[in-house]
T-cell receptor, first 117, second 110 residues
Framework: GAGVSQSPRYKVTKRGQDVALRCDPI?????LYWYRQALGQGPEFLTY????????KSGLPNDRFSAERPEGSISTLTIQRTEQRDSAMYRC???????????????FGSGTRLTVV | GQQVMQIPQYQHVQEGEDFTTYCNSS?????IQWYKQRPGGHPVFLIQ?????EVKKQKRLTFQFGEAKKNSSLHITATQTTDVGTYFC??????????FGEGTQLTVNP
C-alpha cells in the first residue's frame, strides 16, 4: 500500500483481556519494527523483524507481549492479560533495507491507541 | 543500555527566530536519524547522518553529526509556523535497533 497501515486506530479493552494489534507495512519493505510511545515521550523500541524472522525482541516488556510476522508482510503484536500500564500508543514502522548502513529511514504508521480500563 | 538524550525538552520561539536542538548518546553511534512529529501525527523521517563530522542541509534545516559520532544537532534558520512539532533524534549502534531520544517540542509564535 501507499503507507504503513495499522488497525485498529483505537482500542479500549478491559484489564485482563487479550488484544491483537495489526500492522500492514509498505509493500516490499523488508524490515518491520514495533515501538510504543507514551504521551510526550519518544518511541520506545519493542521488537523488529527482517522478512519473517524476529531479529530482536529484547524491548518487549515481559512475556505477556509477543509479535509475529509469519509471511514476512503483515505483523501482529499481541498483549495477553492486559494491564492498565500497557495503555499507550503502539506504533509500527517499516523500512526497505535491513542493513544498518543503508540510507532508509523508517516509515511509521498512524498507530493504535490502546486504553486498558 | 544505549541512551539518547535531547535538549531542550521544549522551545518556544517567535516566527523568524532560529532554533537548535541537541542530541547526545552515551555510546558511539554508527549513524543517527532525525524525525519530525506534528501534533497528533506520527514521526516522519527527515534525514540520516553516517560520517563523522557530517553536515547536511535541507532548505532551512542544517543537521550535524559530531566528530566522535556521539552527538548531533538540528538547526532551523528563520522558523516558520509550519516548523511546529516535536523533533526526535534516533541513534543506532550495532544491529538495526534505533533508539529514540525524548524529543524537543517546538512552538512558533506568529
Amino acid at each position: 500500500g501507499a503507507g504503513v497501515s495499522q488497525s485498529p486506530r483505537y482500542k479500549v479493552t478491559k484489564r485482563g483481556q487479550d488484544v491483537a494489534l495489526r500492522c500492514d507495512p509498505i509493500s516490499g519493505h523488508v524490515s518491520l519494527y514495533w515501538y510504543r510511545q507514551a504521551l510526550g515521550q519518544g518511541p520506545e523500541f519493542l521488537t523488529y523483524f527482517n522478512y519473517e524472522a524476529q531479529q530482536d525482541k529484547s524491548g518487549l516488556p515481559n512475556d505477556r507481549f509477543s509479535a509475529e510476522r509469519p509471511e514476512g508482510s503483515i505483523s501482529t503484536l499481541t498483549i495477553q492479560r492486559t494491564e492498565q500500564r500497557d495503555s499507550a500508543m503502539y506504533r509500527c514502522a517499516s523500512s526497505f533495507s535491513p542493513y544498518r548502513g543503508s540510507n532508509y529511514g523508517y516509515t511509521f504508521g498512524s498507530g493504535t491507541r490502546l486504553t486498558v480500563v | 543500555g544505549q541512551q539518547v538524550m535531547q535538549i531542550p525538552q521544549y522551545q518556544h520561539v517567535q516566527e523568524g527566530e532560529d532554533f537548535t536542538t541537541y542530541c547526545n548518546s552515551s555510546t558511539t553511534l554508527s549513524n543517527i536519524q532525525w524525525y519530525k512529529q506534528r501534533p497528533g501525527g506520527h514521526p516522519v523521517f527527515l534525514i540520516q547522518l553516517v560520517k563523522s563530522g557530517e553536515v547536511k542541509k535541507q532548505k532551512r534545516l542544517t543537521f550535524q553529526f559530531g566528530e566522535a559520532k556521539k552527538n548531533s544537532s538540528l538547526h532551523i534558520t528563520a522558523t516558520q509556523t509550519t516548523d511546529v512539532g516535536t523533533y526526535f533524534c534516533a541513534g543506532r549502534t550495532s544491529g538495526s535497533r534505533l533508539t529514540f531520544g525524548e524529543g524537543t517540542q517546538l512552538t512558533v509564535n506568529p
